[in-house]
């Protein structure tokens, strides 16, 4: 099944293998868990939540294996037969898993063939619709929004391109004096609803690292007293310009997605980590954890965990 037929679940399986260990099928794992399902995730990548930093994928790995979810990464599935009481999945290892049910988090795409596109002449990418930077198509006063745009493809990325291109058309009609900034994918903060939660916006550090030197800061949970608290286990990590601004934060923990907003300014605004330094932040909160990551950047250490 895939995630609309999941979503749509009368009753919980006994066991779920999930296809897939990117955003959709790490939170379904979580989630299912959490209601006593016995998931198995397979993905051919060496790792979960690929499109992440590699300690954000160990840092989940090592949190789902105490949650008794069963990560085989690296790991391509080749074939699926339906049982009497399940699927019966093979894998390319040879390896052959049976489950309840066999949830597809995998090969989302765009659905546009036969909508006429190719008709009107605008130019298209694998059922993607290319467009500039403003979201203008080839043809012109046609305009693309949301996932069929190629890049991350998130609802509030989808509601920022519609009010861009409503703007963009208002200005051009002189019933706006300013023309709109237009959306950029690196602002854009990402959150995976997993338990523990992944936030991230900005450049990962391989990223960072193509256009230049950079320095680099991860702030173990461990030294956050919240943290403590909610016996949660994670880091913050901070990619900055060598000497320059914040490009990327990277979290994971429980709850940490709430923390995205001050670290989507942050980046957003190239704030440098001796300016954020500066900023009290409420004790005893996970948010203090931002502050000391940047504290810790900019050589003012407060809490470090041993
Ligand atoms: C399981 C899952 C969880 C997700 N969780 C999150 C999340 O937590 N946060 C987040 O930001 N994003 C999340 N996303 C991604 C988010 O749903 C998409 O980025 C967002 O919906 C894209 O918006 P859109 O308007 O571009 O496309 P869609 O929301 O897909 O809207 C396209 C609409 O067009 C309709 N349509 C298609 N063909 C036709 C036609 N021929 N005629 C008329 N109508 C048609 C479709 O039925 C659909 O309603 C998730 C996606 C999935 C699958």
Known sequence: MTSEHALRLGTMPKSAIVLGGGVIGVEFASAWTSFGVTVTIVEALDRLVPNEEPEVSKALE??????KISSLTGTPMTSVETTDDGVKVTLENGKELEADLLLIAVGRGPFTEG??????????????VLTDERLKTNVPNVFAVGDIVPGLQ?????????????EEIAHAEGKLDEAPEPVKDVEIPKVTYCDPEIASVGLTQAQAEQEGEVEVVSYDLGGNGKSQILKTQGFIKIVRRKDGPIVGIHMVGARMGEQVGEAQLITSWEAYPEDVAKLIHAHPTQNEALGEAHLALAGKALHAHG
């Open 62 to 67: 090592r949190a789902f294996r105490k949650r």
């Open 115 to 128: 909508l006429g596109y190719d008709d009107c002449g605008v130019t298209m990418d694998r059922g993607f």
């Open 154 to 166: 998130l609802a509030h990325r989808g509601f920022a391109h519609g009010i861009f291109v409503a």
